[in-house]
């Protein structure tokens, strides 16, 4: 018995250092740095520790609130779509129907697709004067066209579609495995006792897929709060700060500005809402997964 | 039995530790012997490869031995920048010779990233560069790079439009306007536009816009009191002019997310009267494989707000050498070679950039084949640096910020928006006054 205990710690071991050295390291690191005045283009200044004051800073710096905004509604918009889309798409894909696992296999290619090249893409279908996005809308008529990502309200919209059109296969992903644990029974029952479509939809897909959704929710949330490329690619912030999203601010104000503390301090920031985020979903799926399980 | 699986177990990791530690090992001797010879150097994608590798060629068959290792980071400056910063931070010794844009040398001498050259690089042979780029290379009384080519912001147009209807080449921004609006009324194609400019949020727009407000007698910060002069009403009337009448009246709202290449590509499509940019763009929009306009296009200084009163931002690129090179003499060389009379002359000709040596404006076949440079030399010794200081990156940061909120949006309040710029400048401006002698 003390022996297998060894050996399933010594089995362990590597995954534990593994996540020691580029998990747990570079939190507790961040955290640190996070108290301390260190500007690499000022060493002279040396690192000072300065306890809350980043934080106070951060939290009276009308850019991090307007880029918290942004992200906010950057994920409560894209989230709420893309289990929307999710679902359908697996609705969808549960039917059997010929070509099933072709199509299930073309679904994923958005999300297969590295973001940077994707984000690419999407800021050339935004352009203004050759952009297929302008061509569908107007086709020919040249004096109409729209310039999305010049514009302080369509750039975040520019960013959510493209980030809803790269994402939406994983949520339909998660949900369709969901889909496919709920067992065909209790839909023959219904079927039995008359139920339709929407009824079986309401009062077996949904209260069954709980689970599922919620992971994605969970999974999607966290993601989402750490949109970075895509606002690197298509907009580097602008126009007017407009898509200047959290984590974007918090590597601009690191790598480019060299305020490694205050940088540390949004990292902290939204590694902390990341953190209680999960932990809210978490809880919530945990009681889900016992309604779902109750006889 | 389960011990048995443990010793196993603990065999194997430790085989396998082994193995990795040897071949770590293995790998930094192999490092360390190559590296005796071998020079990093650190840039971007060249415009004229094929100049570059025979510089690069020739340096080698000088230095027998010696092997360039070039990296290519990205092409944007800004991503470049942090590339070498993470660099630099890291004190890599992978890293002996890089490329530094011109806002860099105050920020990589003051973090004690870039090697003060001054050993190197004598006065007199200091004396043979142009002045501007030159200085912006200086910081606290020491040289940090060698200039290899400058640019500066210039004005392009179309001759043929301005000529067709009887327009004289605008001498002030608002001849420039208005000769734009007759030509737009005249011409009636809806996709032609009067003016095309680098107005995204990023460093570009930091030129474009210090290029009005000092056209305008305005600056963007005073370096004696060390303090942002945005607010001032020189500098606020420039940036109401751009959003009524440049971005309101003549040029359209993608502009707002252009940067060089989207902006030269409208003109070279014909689609752009005026257009600003750097010198690189004559041979662009003069090369019928590229552009629609090729033979049609005229260059001048910028205009002003009143006449001849026009303000150039200086760009450029320079060598620096990194202060945690092992072998500094020879990343020297490197530098003093490939900025060099020879490789900057050969550098003009492929791709039209212009020099930094001023012996190089009377160079004979320099002037047969990129005719339009001597002229432009008074606009190079005249370009104007954005502030040469260690924060630098967050003052750009502010003032991109800013600019692009004046420009995207309409109604947005300019004197309120400049306070609050000119706050956090200031902001960023009192770290350096922290500063007990180094």
């Not at chain 2, 910063?85 to 890089?98: G, I, P, S």
Request: proline residues 5%; hydrophobic residues 50%; aromatic residues 12%.
């Amino acid at each position: 018995m003390k022996g297998s205990q060894r050996l399933g710690a010594i089995f362990l071991l590597p995954s534990f250092l593994f996540v020691a050295i580029f998990s747990i390291f570079p939190i507790i690191e961040s955290f640190r740095l996070s108290f301390h005045r260190l500007i690499l283009t000022l060493p002279w200044l040396g690192q000072k520790m300065v306890g809350w004051e980043n934080y106070s800073d951060l939290a009276s710096d009308p850019v991090a609130l307007a880029a918290t905004m942004t992200t906010v509604i950057f994920i409560g918009v894209t989230v709420s779509l893309e289990l929307l889309f999710g679902l359908a798409i697996a609705l969808i894909l549960n039917e059997a129907f010929h070509g099933r696992s072709l199509l299930r296999a073309v679904v994923l290619i958005p999300w297969a697709i590295p973001t940077v090249v994707s984000s690419q893409m999407w800021r050339f279908i935004f352009n203004d004067r050759y952009g297929l996005a302008n061509l569908l809308l107007f086709g020919a008529d040249t004096s109409r066209y729209l310039a999305p990502l010049a514009d302080s309200y369509f750039a975040l919209i520019a960013i959510m579609i493209a980030e809803v059109w790269k994402t939406t296969p994983f949520a339909a992903l998660i949900i369709l495995a969901g889909l496919q644990t709920i067992a065909d029974e209790l839909y023959e029952a219904a079927s039995i006792d008359g139920a339709t479509w929407w009824q079986k939809f309401r009062l077996i897909t949904l209260p069954l897929l709980k689970p599922a959704l919620l992971l994605a929710l969970l999974f999607r949330t966290i993601d989402a709060l750490r949109v970075f490329d895509l606002v690197f690619v298509m907009t580097q912030g602008g126009p007017a700060d407009a898509t200047n999203v959290l984590q974007f601010y918090g590597y601009k104000k690191t790598f480019a500005e060299g305020m490694i503390g205050y940088g540390s301090a949004i990292a902290v920031a939204v590694f902390s809402m990341s953190l209680v985020l999960s932990l809210a979903y978490l809880r919530a799926f945990r009681t889900s997964r016992l309604d779902g399980t109750r006889p | 039995m389960a011990d048995y699986t443990v010793q196993c177990f603990i065999l194997f990791a430790m085989k396998t530790l082994l193995i990795c530690i040897g071949f770590a090992l293995g790998v930094e001797g192999a490092a360390a012997q190559a590296q005796t010879n071998e020079l990093r150097f650190v840039t971007w994608r060249a415009e004229a490869p094929q100049v570059w590798d025979q510089g690069i060629a020739d340096f080698e068959r000088q230095n027998p031995g010696v092997k360039v290792i070039r990296e290519i980071g990205p092409q944007s400056s800004t991503q470049l920048h942090d590339l070498l910063a993470q660099k630099l931070k890291n004190r890599d010794t992978r890293l002996d010779v890089f490329v530094m844009d011109v806002i860099w040398p105050a920020e990589f001498a003051s973090a004690g990233w870039a090697l003060p050259l001054d050993r190197y690089f004598t006065a007199d042979e200091q004396k043979k560069f142009l002045s501007a780029p030159l200085a912006a290379n200086q910081y606290g009384g020491q040289i940090f790079g060698v200039p290899l080519f400058i640019d500066a912001g210039l004005l392009y147009y179309r001759k043929d439009l301005l000529a067709k209807h009887q327009l004289a080449p605008p001498r002030t921004w608002i001849d420039l306007v208005e000769s734009a609006k007759i030509i737009l009324a005249r011409e009636r194609d809806p996709q032609l536009v009067g003016f095309s400019a680098q107005f995204k949020q990023y460093e570009g727009l930091v030129c474009n816009m210090m290029e009005f407000i000092l056209g305008n007698g305005g600056a963007l910060w005073d370096p004696v009191r060390m303090v942002s002069t945005l607010d001032q009403p020189a500098a606020l009337t420039a940036m109401g002019f751009v959003r009524d009448r440049i971005v309101g009246e003549i040029s359209h709202r993608g502009v707002l997310a252009y940067e060089e290449p989207e902006s030269l590509a409208l003109f070279t499509q014909g689609l752009a009267i005026f257009h600003r940019n750097w010198p690189y763009a004559w041979a662009i929009a003069n090369d019928p494989g590229k552009s629609q306009i090729a033979g049609k296009v005229e260059m001048s200084p910028l205009p002003g707000f009143s006449p001849g009163k026009g303000v150039a931002a200086l760009g450029g690129w320079q060598f620096g050498i990194s202060r945690f090179s092992t072998k500094p003499d020879l990343a020297w060389r490197f530098a003093a070679h490939m900025t060099g009379t020879a490789m900057q002359k050969r550098i003009a000709l492929a791709t039209g950039r212009a020099p930094t040596r001023m012996a190089l404006y009377d160079d004979p076949e320099i002037k047969r084949q990129i005719q339009q440079l001597p002229a432009l030399l008074d606009t190079f010794k005249q370009a104007v640096p954005r502030p040469a200081t260690p924060v630098y990156a967050p003052l750009s940061n502010i003032m991109q910020r800013y600019f692009s909120s004046v420009l995207a949006l309409p109604n947005t309040d300019i004197n309120k928006r400049a306070g609050l710029a000119a706050r956090d400048m200031n902001r960023a401006l009192d770290l350096l006054r922290d500063r007990r002698s180094p």
